[in-house]
C-alpha cells in the first residue's frame, strides 16, 4: 500500500469522534544536570555551574535533536482546537486548527507561540479515492512548518529564510496540493516585510516554493522540492547609497527505502503536513510488534544567495551553500540500530542569517571547512524491566574557516594579532576562535542512556557523556594586558537524569 497519501488531509478521521486528549500534547520534565563535572562555575567561556535542577543545548551533543528544534529537556505542550465539516458543495470539505505552543521558560514565565494555524479547503472529485484531493492550505499567523528540505536539522524556508528582522510582523503563506494515490506535488506562497535600508520604510518580500513526491515502489520513495525567497537588500551597501537586492534560491531531493515500517518525518513538520498523524502524540514511547524493520534515507540540498562582495567596493557574488544527510534505522525485535551522517557546508550554516559576517560573502583565499559528522547508536528493550539501555559513538569535524594572512592591531601588533586565524563555528553565530597557526580538529562524543518507564506516559531517563572537544577556547589578558584566545580543557563529562511525564 502506498505511503503517500498520509501527506494528505485529515478527510481519514472526518467521521471520528474527537476528544480533548486528542488534541493536546504535553511533556513535563524535570532535570539534574551538570553539563561538565570537570569543570567549576567561571573555568570556561560558556559558564559551566555546578549540578543542578535545569538544562540547556549545552547538556547535549552535535548527533543529538537532529529532527527537532528543541532540546529534549523543555516542559512544552502543543495544543491544538481542530475542526471539520462537510460543505453545502458537493465534494468539497473544510477544516481548520488554532495550533499553539506553550513551552515553560526557567524563569518561571510560559510563552505562546503560534505553532502554524491553518485553514485548509479541500475537493475530492467523484471516483477519487479517499485519501485522494485538491487542497489549499493557508497559514494565517505564521508558515514555519512548511518548509523545504526533510530533516529538520538542514531544512530551510520556514519563517527565518527572510532573516531574523522578519519574524517580528510574521510570516504567513498558503500552499495549493495535489495528492494521488501514488504521487503528491504542490506549490506555496511566503510573504514578509522587511525594512528598506534606503527608504528606511518595510517592504514586502515574497517566498515561492513548490515540490512533490512519487513512490515508485511500496517501499521506495523519491521527493523533491525547492524554492526562491527575497530577503530585502545588503544594508552595509544600502548606507552608502547602493541598492543591492538579497536572492535566495535552492532545491532538495531525498530517496527513502523503507521495509516494514512507514516512513517517518520531523515531529516539527507532523502540523504543517496536515496528515492524519495530527492526532498522534509527538511523544508517544516506542513500540515493539517483533521482527525485522528499516529505513534508510539519503537527502540533498544546493541553496545559493547573493551576498556583497568584500573584495570588489559596491559588488555582489553569488554565495552557495550545501547539505547533504544520511539516515538509517533498523529494528529487530527489541533492538534498535541507529546511523547518522552529516555534510554540511559553513555557508548552510549561515544561511539564514544570511553569510559571516552578516550580508558578506568570504573573502578571497579564505579556507573553509565544512561540517562533517557520523553517529552510530543502538539500544535494547528489557520488556520484563520496562527498561531500555543504549549507547551512542559520535566523531565530528566542526565547520570552520581561516582567513587571508592579515596583520592587525596597529604597526607594531602583539604576535596573538598577526597571521592568520582559525574560527569555529558549533552553530548558527556561534564561534570559536583559535590561537594563532592552529587548525580546528575532530570533536569525539560518547554517550550512555538508559530509560526506565514507570507507566504508559512516565519515564526515568539517565544520561552520561563524554566529549574530548580540543577547540574550546577563550580570551585571557597576557602579560601585556592584552585579551587573546587561549585553549580551555578539552576534556568534558556530564550526566542528566531526567524524570518525564508525557501525556
Same mark, same amino acid.
Given at each position: 500500500?502506498?505511503?503517500?497519501?498520509?501527506?494528505?488531509?485529515?478527510?481519514?478521521?472526518?467521521?471520528?469522534?474527537?476528544?480533548?486528549?486528542?488534541?493536546? =500534547?504535553?511533556?513535563?520534565?524535570?532535570?539534574?544536570?551538570?553539563?561538565?563535572?570537570?569543570?567549576?562555575?567561571?573555568?570556561?567561556?560558556?559558564?559551566?555551574?555546578?549540578?543542578?535542577?535545569?538544562?540547556?543545548?549545552?547538556?547535549?551533543?552535535?548527533?543529538?535533536?537532529?529532527?527537532?528544534?528543541?532540546?529534549?529537556?523543555?516542559?512544552?505542550?502543543?495544543?491544538?482546537?481542530?475542526?471539520?465539516?462537510?460543505?453545502?458543495?458537493?465534494?468539497?470539505?473544510?477544516?481548520?486548527?488554532?495550533?499553539?505552543?506553550?513551552?515553560?521558560?526557567?524563569?518561571?514565565?510560559?510563552?505562546?507561540?503560534?505553532?502554524?494555524?491553518?485553514?485548509?479547503?479541500?475537493?475530492?472529485?467523484?471516483?477519487?479515492?479517499?485519501?485522494?484531493?485538491?487542497?489549499?492550505?493557508?497559514?494565517?499567523?505564521?508558515?514555519?512548518? $512548511?518548509?523545504?528540505?526533510?530533516?529538520?536539522?538542514?531544512?530551510?524556508?520556514?519563517?527565518?529564510?527572510?532573516?531574523?528582522?522578519?519574524?517580528?510582523?510574521?510570516?504567513?503563506? +498558503?500552499?495549493?496540493?495535489?495528492?494521488?494515490?501514488? $504521487?503528491?506535488?504542490?506549490? +506555496?506562497?511566503?510573504?514578509?516585510?522587511?525594512?528598506?535600508?534606503?527608504?528606511?520604510?518595510?517592504?514586502?518580500?515574497?517566498?515561492?516554493?513548490?515540490?512533490? +513526491?512519487?513512490?515508485?515502489?511500496?517501499?521506495?520513495?523519491?521527493?523533491?522540492?525547492?524554492?526562491?525567497?527575497?530577503?530585502?537588500?545588503?544594508?552595509?551597501?544600502?548606507?552608502?547609497?547602493?541598492?543591492?537586492?538579497?536572492?535566495?534560491?535552492?532545491?532538495?531531493?531525498?530517496?527513502?527505502?523503507?521495509?516494514?515500517?512507514?516512513?517517518?518525518?520531523?515531529?516539527?513538520?507532523?502540523?504543517?503536513?496536515?496528515?492524519?498523524?495530527?492526532?498522534?502524540? $509527538?511523544?508517544?514511547?516506542?513500540?515493539?510488534?517483533?521482527?525485522?524493520?528499516?529505513?534508510?534515507?539519503?537527502?540533498?540540498?544546493?541553496?545559493?544567495?547573493?551576498?556583497?562582495?568584500?573584495?570588489?567596493?559596491?559588488?555582489?557574488?553569488?554565495?552557495?551553500?550545501?547539505?547533504? #544527510?544520511?539516515?538509517?534505522?533498523?529494528?529487530?525485535?527489541?533492538?534498535?540500530?541507529?546511523?547518522?551522517?552529516?555534510?554540511?557546508?559553513?555557508?548552510?550554516?549561515?544561511?539564514?542569517?544570511?553569510?559571516?559576517?552578516?550580508?558578506?560573502?568570504?573573502?578571497?583565499?579564505?579556507?573553509?571547512?565544512?561540517?562533517?559528522?557520523?553517529?552510530?547508536?543502538?539500544?535494547?528493550?528489557?520488556?520484563?524491566?520496562?527498561?531500555?539501555?543504549?549507547?551512542?559513538?559520535?566523531?565530528?569535524?566542526?565547520?570552520?574557516?581561516?582567513?587571508?594572512?592579515?596583520?592587525?592591531?596597529?604597526?607594531?601588533?602583539?604576535?596573538?594579532?598577526?597571521?592568520?586565524?582559525?574560527?569555529?563555528?558549533?552553530?548558527?553565530?556561534?564561534?570559536?576562535?583559535?590561537?594563532?597557526?592552529? =587548525?580546528?580538529?575532530?570533536?569525539?562524543?560518547?554517550?550512555?542512556?538508559?530509560?526506565?518507564?514507570?507507566?504508559?506516559?512516565?519515564? $526515568?531517563?539517565?544520561?552520561?557523556?563524554?566529549?574530548?572537544?580540543?577547540?574550546?577556547?577563550?580570551?585571557?589578558?597576557?602579560?601585556?594586558?592584552?585579551?587573546?584566545?587561549?585553549?580551555?580543557?578539552?576534556? #568534558?563529562?556530564?550526566?542528566?537524569?531526567?524524570?518525564?511525564?508525557?501525556?
Amino acid at each position: 500500500m502506498s505511503l503517500l497519501p498520509r501527506f494528505a488531509a485529515l478527510s481519514v478521521l472526518a467521521a471520528a469522534t474527537a476528544h480533548a486528549g486528542d488534541f493536546v =500534547d504535553t511533556r513535563i520534565s524535570i532535570v539534574l544536570a551538570d553539563d561538565n563535572v570537570l569543570a567549576r562555575s567561571g573555568e570556561t567561556k560558556i559558564n559551566s555551574p555546578d549540578v543542578g535542577f535545569g538544562a540547556t543545548s549545552g547538556n547535549t551533543q552535535f548527533y543529538d535533536n537532529f529532527n527537532t528544534k528543541f532540546s529534549g529537556f523543555e516542559s512544552l505542550s502543543n495544543v491544538v482546537l481542530y475542526k471539520k465539516s462537510a460543505s453545502y458543495f458537493d465534494g468539497f470539505s473544510g477544516e481548520a486548527a488554532l495550533a499553539i505552543n506553550v513551552l515553560m521558560r526557567p524563569a518561571g514565565t510560559i510563552e505562546f507561540r503560534d505553532n502554524s494555524s491553518y485553514l485548509k479547503l479541500n475537493w475530492r472529485p467523484a471516483g477519487w479515492g479517499e485519501k485522494e484531493e485538491l487542497s489549499f492550505t493557508g497559514f494565517p499567523v505564521s508558515s514555519d512548518r $512548511f518548509r523545504l528540505g526533510y530533516a529538520y536539522r538542514i531544512s530551510w524556508g520556514g519563517s527565518s529564510v527572510f532573516t531574523s528582522r522578519a519574524l517580528a510582523d510574521g510570516v504567513p503563506g +498558503g500552499r495549493l496540493q495535489l495528492t494521488r494515490d501514488r $504521487f503528491y506535488v504542490f506549490a +506555496g506562497l511566503k510573504t514578509g516585510l522587511l525594512l528598506n535600508d534606503r527608504t528606511l520604510e518595510k517592504e514586502r518580500v515574497y517566498g515561492f516554493m513548490g515540490g512533490g +513526491g512519487f513512490d515508485i515502489t511500496d517501499t521506495l520513495r523519491l521527493e523533491a522540492n525547492g524554492g526562491y525567497f527575497q530577503k530585502g537588500i545588503v544594508p552595509g551597501l544600502a548606507n552608502q547609497g547602493i541598492e543591492a537586492p538579497v536572492n535566495a534560491r535552492g532545491i532538495s531531493g531525498q530517496l527513502t527505502w523503507h521495509v516494514g515500517v512507514p516512513v517517518g518525518t520531523s515531529i516539527d513538520f507532523k502540523l504543517y503536513r496536515n496528515d492524519p498523524e495530527i492526532f498522534q502524540k $509527538f511523544f508517544t514511547p516506542e513500540q515493539y510488534p517483533g521482527g525485522l524493520a528499516y529505513s534508510l534515507s539519503v537527502e540533498g540540498s544546493y541553496l545559493d544567495q547573493t551576498l556583497e562582495n568584500p573584495d570588489v567596493f559596491g559588488a555582489t557574488k553569488i554565495q552557495p551553500a550545501m547539505a547533504v #544527510a544520511l539516515q538509517g534505522r533498523a529494528k529487530f525485535n527489541f533492538l534498535r540500530v541507529n546511523i547518522l551522517a552529516l555534510y554540511r557546508t559553513l555557508s548552510y550554516i549561515q544561511f539564514d542569517v544570511p553569510g559571516i559576517p552578516p550580508y558578506k560573502d568570504f573573502p578571497k583565499g579564505t579556507v573553509q571547512k565544512p561540517e562533517m559528522f557520523v553517529a552510530i547508536g543502538a539500544d535494547y528493550h528489557l520488556p520484563g524491566l520496562h527498561l531500555t539501555p543504549g549507547v551512542i559513538l559520535g566523531l565530528q569535524q566542526p565547520a570552520s574557516f581561516k582567513s587571508p594572512s592579515t596583520v592587525l592591531g596597529g604597526t607594531n601588533p602583539p604576535s596573538a594579532f598577526t597571521g592568520s586565524r582559525t574560527v569555529v563555528l558549533s552553530g548558527v553565530n556561534d564561534f570559536e576562535i583559535l590561537p594563532t597557526s592552529y =587548525d580546528a580538529l575532530p570533536i569525539f562524543s560518547a554517550k550512555v542512556n538508559a530509560k526506565l518507564d514507570l507507566s504508559d506516559y512516565m519515564s $526515568f531517563v539517565g544520561e552520561v557523556y563524554y566529549t574530548r572537544n580540543p577547540n574550546r577556547t577563550t580570551f585571557r589578558d597576557s602579560v601585556a594586558g592584552i585579551a587573546e584566545p587561549s585553549f580551555e580543557k578539552e576534556h #568534558a563529562l556530564g550526566f542528566n537524569l531526567i524524570m518525564q511525564a508525557r501525556f
